[in-house]
């Protein structure tokens, strides 16, 4: 195994604890607004403290980027770290057990090992570059879907950035006439996941940050899946805009849709 791929799990799976007791403590959660329908908790943060802390223990020199503290730029700028303590913090706050830890580490802009852990339901997937995915250690793989007949996709509603929502509803209507069925689950990470595993056949979203997408990116490639931007490019990590499947699935999505956005998503 990788070792920085050892300290991500072993990272993962101490933050994971943290949310469970929290979880089971409803009364222990504190909630903050960070914008229009963007919250963080206490306990992200302390989940978030804690994997800190297991990386700059193992790799002292390292960078990292995390959601709720932001940049700590070490001395190795090569070497950064993107955290996502809790992808699905709204599910969390609601009680709904559908959430995730999400670590990434790159080299030289290429991310060499992730982690994506489902403490509820005790799911950790995990991949290294060039050495495929596993979820709790068994190899993944995305769908052999074809098309988009009878697919089940993944989506999330623009909730940050609703000035979307025409577009998006447009584009929502398109695909329903192609695809079988559509799931919002509200974790990002554990979209980009189930696709890797065969459990979604595409996933497509409006904004995200670097750390929602991270964890997954990798998982999904090394499952032989492809990501995107809007366009069919490699903006995503800067725009937000992803689209993410099989390649037959994602080429389908793009002749779909790529009509359908506003220029400013497909930049």
Known sequence: MHPMLN???RAARKAGNVAIKAYENPGSIEVDTKGSNDFATNVDR????????????????????AEESGLAKG????????????DGTTNFIKNIPHFAVSIAARVKGKTEVSVVYNP??????????????QLNGYRIRVS????LEGCVLATAFPFRAKQYSDSY?????????KCGDFRRTGSAALDLAYVASGRLDGFFEIGLKPWDIAGGELILREAGGVITDFAGGNNYMVSGNIVAGNPKVVKELLIATQNEWPEKLRN
């Open 144 to 147: 052999n879907a074809k098309d």
């Open 75 to 86: 001395n190795d700028s090569e070497t950064q770290w993107i955290i996502d303590p809790i």
């Open 46 to 65: 302390a989940a978030e403290a804690l994997i800190i802390e297991t990386i700059k223990k193992a790799y002292p020199d390292h960078t990292i980027i």
């Open 169 to 177: 509803f447009t584009v929502l209507q398109k695909l329903f006439t």
């Open 120 to 133: 509820m339901s005790n799911e950790l997937f995990t991949a290294s570059r060039g050495q495929g995915a």
């Open 7 to 9: 300290i991500a799990i």
